[in-house]
């Protein structure tokens, strides 16, 4: 039973190793010129705003995107499972995806409406 598992385990094995070993040696052989450019926190393109001593508040819509991007995508591989049994279910799973879509439909013009979209 256990050879069975072989495969996967050595996969595993040789994915942790590459990724160690490619770790390590960008640390040893990348470039180590910083500059005042590099040390500033990346906001998509969008020139920096200027940040008060010592910290301050920082724009959260960057986050509220990515946290909404991630919502719909784990929303959207809901439909994978459902359309790979499709024949087995019959109708009632083609209501109940039905409903499903309606109501990602919903939110999302919900978010679109109250401007959780608009990048400025």
Wanted: proline share 6%; net charge negative.
């Amino acid at each position: 039973m256990g050879d069975i598992y072989l495969p996967i385990l050595l996969l595993g094995a040789l994915a942790f190793l590459f990724a160690g070993f490619s770790t390590t040696m960008a640390t040893f052989t990348g470039p180590k010129r910083h500059n005042r450019a590099k040390s500033e926190p990346y906001e998509c393109g969008v020139e920096p705003t200027p940040q008060q001593e010592g910290g301050g508040r920082f724009p959260i819509k960057y986050y509220l995107t990515a946290m909404l991007f991630i919502v719909f995508d784990i929303e959207i591989v809901f439909l994978y499972p459902w359309a790979v049994a499709f024949d087995a279910m019959g109708s009632f799973a083609v209501f109940e995806i039905v409903v499903f879509i309606v109501t990602v439909l919903c939110v999302y013009v919900f978010v679109w409406r109250r401007g959780g979209l608009d990048w400025d």
